[in-house]
């Protein structure tokens, strides 16, 4: 119940065009769904989250849509430049009292070809 | 500001051996997370800690361990190194909670147990 499936786990894209990242949860409490972001050698960086009392959420190029009922979620890259190229991993997050405990699902490497 | 600084960046142990990763943040964050990452993988929670004094087991805590003796620090420390611990291991913080909950990444250790 605490994993998060992520497909596909490659995908090549052209530039210009449009890089789709798909996400699924189990655990309905969880309550903030973040993408991030890996450059080879370098650590993890946030790239969008959202919440789940909204459907969709936009940060120049990079879209979540969220689905609750289907408890899904993804990342739309669009105009998908080679800047981009990167591993990128969906996460879901349950907050307790306690804290915050991250689930992490098992990347996507995005390779955009100029 | 640093952010989230760890060392070392790479580190070839011995089975059986011992060592301690450091990780620390200049950010006055109260959440402090260490994470491994396998290849192929995506990021496993080894422990985290919400405060000075507190910390918790994660999802993969096994010949891990960890103290919190200041907000800054975050050592993990490695008894007995096996093979199945090479791995990158990401060390991360965060504010207290807030409606977006961004973790802020170090640029990873990457050790070898040979």
């Known amino acids: 119940q605490q994993q998060v499936k992520q497909s596909p786990q490659s995908l090549i894209v052209q530039k210009g065009g449009i890089s789709i990242i798909n996400c699924a949860y189990e655990?309905?409490?969880?309550?903030?769904f973040p993408w991030y972001q890996q450059f080879p050698g370098k650590g993890p960086a946030l790239l969008i989250a959202?919440?789940?009392?909204?459907s969709e959420k936009k940060e120049g190029r990079f879209t979540i849509s969220f689905n609750k009922s289907a408890k899904q979620f993804s990342l739309h890259i669009m105009d998908s430049q080679p800047g981009d190229s990167a591993t990128y991993f969906c996460a879901a997050s349950l907050t307790d009292n306690y804290g915050q405990n991250f689930v992490f699902g098992p990347g996507t490497r995005l390779s955009v070809l100029p | 500001n640093a952010g989230v600084t760890q060392t070392p960046k790479f580190r070839i142990l011995k089975i059986g051996q011992s060592m301690t990763l450091q990780c620390a943040q200049d950010m006055n964050h109260n959440y402090m997370y260490w994470y491994r990452q396998d290849p192929g993988m995506g990021l496993k929670l080894i422990y985290y800690s919400v405060g000075a004094g507190i910390t918790d087991k994660g999802e993969v805590p096994n010949g891990y361990n960890v103290s919190r003796s200041t907000t800054e620090d975050f050592p993990l420390r490695l008894e007995l190194a096996a093979p199945s611990q090479t791995s990158v291991y990401f060390c991360a913080s965060s504010p207290r909670q807030t409606y977006y909950n961004e973790q802020f990444f170090g640029p990873g250790t990457r050790l070898t147990v040979l």
């Open positions: 959202i919440r789940p009392d909204v």
């Open positions: 655990n309905t409490a969880f309550d903030y």
